[in-house]
């Protein structure tokens, strides 16, 4: 009797297990369903992320960041060793909160048209006329302040310093504010590189804009130190940046 409630027990057992068989067939279906669209899922994301950071945008903001990279600590390096770690804070590396925005900016607009119209950013002369740009702006601003040496400074003085001269020799023979030329060349170059039209006119309209006023605001002061021989240099020489005398 023992062994036949034994066997008893295993049938029972045997049509249960078969029984949650079929119920567990049924849930692995729902899950090998499942997993299949997560696996669908993750390509399609592989395809548009490898799309939309292909070799055309690995290479381009590649060379933005670079670009900014490179402009601000070399702006910072050339300061310590012209005017020592004394005189020198982090605002050298010339970064405000209007930059930083207008960086963001440009980036937010680079990722929206490489993914809505990826053809535009496809133009390479035109990508490389903006490196070439920001190259010679880089080349422009540097010799600026290796000219100078220390006379260059990043804020305006307003009070006349021993050393402080007026430098009309190397690259201020051709312009009166090289440094002020090659940012602007620099800045509207990076989003050339980028094939950025909104940012190309905004940094354009926005760089302009503010060294025409900073300009007449420097030269007030730099005729007051210098006197006629700052007025001469006015009239021979122009200022770097187009429509501003």
């Known amino acids: 009797m023992v062994k036949i409630r034994r066997f008893s027990q295993l049938i029972t057992f045997y049509i249960a297990f078969i029984r949650s068989g079929y119920e567990m067939s049924f849930l692995k279906d729902i899950f090998i369903d499942s997993e299949a669209h997560f696996v669908v899922l993750i390509v399609q994301s592989s395809s548009t992320f490898s799309e939309l950071f292909g070799y055309t945008a690995c290479r381009q ?15 910072y390096i050339l300061a310590l060793v012209f005017h020592g770690k004394l005189n020198v804070s982090f605002k050298s590396l010339l970064i405000s909160k209007h930059y930083v925005l207008a960086m963001i900016c440009s980036l937010i607009e680079y990722l929206i048209e490489i993914y809505f119209f990826p053809g535009l950013k496809e133009y390479w002369w035109i ?24 006379a260059f400074t990043h804020l305006i003085k307003v009070y006349h310093e021993e050393n402080h001269q007026l430098v009309t020799n190397g690259i201020y023979r051709f312009v009166r504010h090289p440094g002020y030329c090659g940012f602007f060349i620099w800045s509207v170059g990076t989003q050339i590189m980028l094939c950025n039209p909104i940012s190309t006119v905004a940094f354009t309209v926005v760089v302009w804009k503010f060294f025409s006023g900073r300009i007449p605001y420097e030269e007030f002061f730099l005729k007051q ?19 501003v005398r």
Not at 61 to 75: A, D, G, K, P, Y
Not at 127 to 150: C, D, H, P, Y
Not at 225 to 243: A, H, N
């Open 127 to 150: 990508s490389n006329f903006g490196l070439a740009m920001v190259v010679l702006g880089e080349i422009i601003r540097k010799l600026a302040i290796v000219t100078a040496g220390q």
């Open 225 to 243: 130190f210098f006197g006629s021989d700052y007025e001469d240099y006015m009239r021979k020489v122009p200022s770097g940046i187009p429509l």
């Open 61 to 75: 903001l590649l060379q933005m960041f670079i670009s900014i990279i490179f402009f601000h600590v070399s702006e």
